[in-house]
């Protein structure tokens, strides 16, 4: 089994919808994914309330700290594949992620340096509880909300920031997409988007598609626990 962990100190950079388009893509691509939801507000147990939810995918919410041990003992018991953790987006919260002891930590962050200080702040996080553990554990930054096709002179700055504190960056990026939003509010996936009319939703899926790819890649390239 994989475990992803997705950590923020800072709220709103973008975990739940990146956990939640991993989470798809994997089972799209047949495999089991149990997710744990340790957001006290509860925003990918609500997705999974709406319709059209795939059987290999699953929500278990751990509001509290207290409620962990519960929620994995359930996410387990449904034979997974990857487990995948979101997480609140505060120092505290973030936190969570040492309970998991995942494979690999991902931090989403808009192109902002007010969300690179954030970023290189989660990655001193991982670094330092791998230190304690004795054994690195992988992270790598996220770009998400990125304006397609745009590479801004402030993105790149925020780039050239992660890569001085030696912070990974994935190679691909999620753009903003309205298609990413919508599912929080329609449910299930992208093939219920494009049934609902919603636009852009092929641009949309090619995109989580390339995440998942890029996801993939990174974690074949660290220890399986
Ligand atoms: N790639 C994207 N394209 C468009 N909208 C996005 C994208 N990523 C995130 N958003 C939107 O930005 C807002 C914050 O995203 P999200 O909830 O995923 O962040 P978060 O880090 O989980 O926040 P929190 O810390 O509150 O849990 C949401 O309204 C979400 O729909
Ligand atoms: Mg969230």
Same mark, same amino acid.
């Given at each position: 089994m994989h475990s992803v962990a997705f950590i923020s100190p800072k709220g709103g950079a973008g975990k739940t919808t990146a956990a939640l388009l991993l989470a798809l893509g994997l089972a799209e691509r047949g495999q089991r994914v149990a997710m744990i939801d340790s957001d006290p507000n509860k925003p990918l147990v609500e997705w999974a309330r709406l319709p059209g939810r795939p059987d290999r995918l699953s929500v278990h919410p751990s509001p509290t700290l207290h409620d962990f041990v519960d929620a994995r003992r359930e996410a387990l018991r449904t034979h997974p594949d990857w487990m995948i953790l979101d997480t609140e987006g505060t120092e505290r919260?973030?936190?969570v992620f040492t309970a998991l002891r995942p494979d690999l930590v991902?931090?989403?962050l808009a192109g902002s340096q007010l969300e690179a200080t954030q970023a290189i702040k +989660? +990655? $001193?996080m991982v670094r330092n509880f791998g230190q304690r553990g004795g054994r690195p554990l992988p992270h790598s930054c996220l770009l998400t909300r990125i304006p397609a096709a745009i590479r801004s002179r402030t993105l790149k700055a925020v780039v050239d920031r992660l890569r001085a504190h030696e912070v990974q960056i994935l190679p691909t990026a999620l753009l903003e997409? $309205? +298609?990413?939003r919508a599912l929080f509010s329609a449910g299930a996936g992208f093939d219920a988007l494009e049934a609902a009319g919603v636009g852009g939703v092929a641009a949309a899926r090619s995109n989580a598609q390339a995440y998942v790819d890029a996801v993939l890649e990174f974690v074949q390239q660290t220890p399986v626990s």
């Amino acid at each position: 089994m994989h475990s992803v962990a997705f950590i923020s100190p800072k709220g709103g950079a973008g975990k739940t919808t990146a956990a939640l388009l991993l989470a798809l893509g994997l089972a799209e691509r047949g495999q089991r994914v149990a997710m744990i939801d340790s957001d006290p507000n509860k925003p990918l147990v609500e997705w999974a309330r709406l319709p059209g939810r795939p059987d290999r995918l699953s929500v278990h919410p751990s509001p509290t700290l207290h409620d962990f041990v519960d929620a994995r003992r359930e996410a387990l018991r449904t034979h997974p594949d990857w487990m995948i953790l979101d997480t609140e987006g505060t120092e505290r919260g973030a936190m969570v992620f040492t309970a998991l002891r995942p494979d690999l930590v991902l931090t989403p962050l808009a192109g902002s340096q007010l969300e690179a200080t954030q970023a290189i702040k +989660a +990655a $001193e996080m991982v670094r330092n509880f791998g230190q304690r553990g004795g054994r690195p554990l992988p992270h790598s930054c996220l770009l998400t909300r990125i304006p397609a096709a745009i590479r801004s002179r402030t993105l790149k700055a925020v780039v050239d920031r992660l890569r001085a504190h030696e912070v990974q960056i994935l190679p691909t990026a999620l753009l903003e997409k $309205e +298609a990413f939003r919508a599912l929080f509010s329609a449910g299930a996936g992208f093939d219920a988007l494009e049934a609902a009319g919603v636009g852009g939703v092929a641009a949309a899926r090619s995109n989580a598609q390339a995440y998942v790819d890029a996801v993939l890649e990174f974690v074949q390239q660290t220890p399986v626990s």
